[in-house]
């Protein structure tokens, strides 16, 4: 969604795709106000009953609907949210990006690879890039940034104050026609406060077993960015493992099967700093290997997630 929204001619609408175009099964688009173990209520009233479900609610960014739409659930309309957006960067000669773990820091790579004439800031609140990831990782991210001219501050705590941003620590304002607050990711779990709220930690995130049974229920799965499973480790990559793991269990259990407890997965992260640079993190390794590096480099994993769910983009419509 990054690279749609910078350059939404070259990617178009292909990182969306109607899930009843290849869901095999019955698709409800609708909002789940309230759960139990029994049954979900929906914002229309109406119910859906169930003997088993799994909790895959992931999670969103509440300052970035650009990433994850807050608001918008029609095809078209997303299509239209994406070229808005690309307009008002196109006007814009400076933009500040908030944030400096892995959404900032390849927003602020894709913005300044297609408009590297425009002035890019990015603001961090603490004193590296990437936090919690390596530290030649972190250094890689900060030496591709700024070759491409991104100005990265650091230890810098913004607030809003009027059409400017002011940081807390140096008193310093930041003035652009643009900011993008790329922090603030929040699990999708608000509709289980009702009915479930013993089964969320102070995070908000659903509780669960080695077996990703929620905890207190035999009947109910939750995985990904909803839940607390492999709790520092968030991203599509694990999400998907643990999509295919969570699958397995359930077919060896209905076959009376015995089945192997989850185990963490290890942390593979590849972030890109732009159109044609980025760097990996491995188990055993930090690389800025193109073979690496274009795993996700291409389409920023389009391609890849849609292998995963057995289906293809559909075709490309830009405008």
Known sequence: MLRN??????IGNTPRKKYSDFINGSFIQSTVISMNNKEVILSDGNTIG????????GSSYPTLSLAKSNTVTDYTERDNEIQKENNLLKEAKSILI???GVVGVEFAGEISSTFPNKKVTLAHSSNTLLDNLKPKMQEKAYEQLTSR??????NRRLKKDGDQYKCSISNETIKADITYVCVGLVPNTNFLKKEMSTILNDRGLVKVDNFMKVEGYD??????????????????????VQGRLLTDMLIKTLNGQKVKPYKKQPLIIVTTTG??????QLPFAVTTSKFMINTKQKDLGNSNMYKMLGTVPDKLNSK
């Open 50 to 57: 169930f003997n088993s479900a799994i909790i895959a609610t």
């Open 98 to 100: 908030i944030g400096g």
């Open 219 to 240: 009947n109910i799965y939750a995985l990904g960015d909803c839940s607390n499973l492999d709790n520092d480790n968030k991203n599509g990559y694990v999400a998907a």
């Open 5 to 10: 929204t910078t350059n939404p001619q070259e």
């Open 275 to 280: 159109t044609d640079t980025g760097v990996a």
């Open 149 to 154: 001219g991104v100005d990265i501050k650091f």
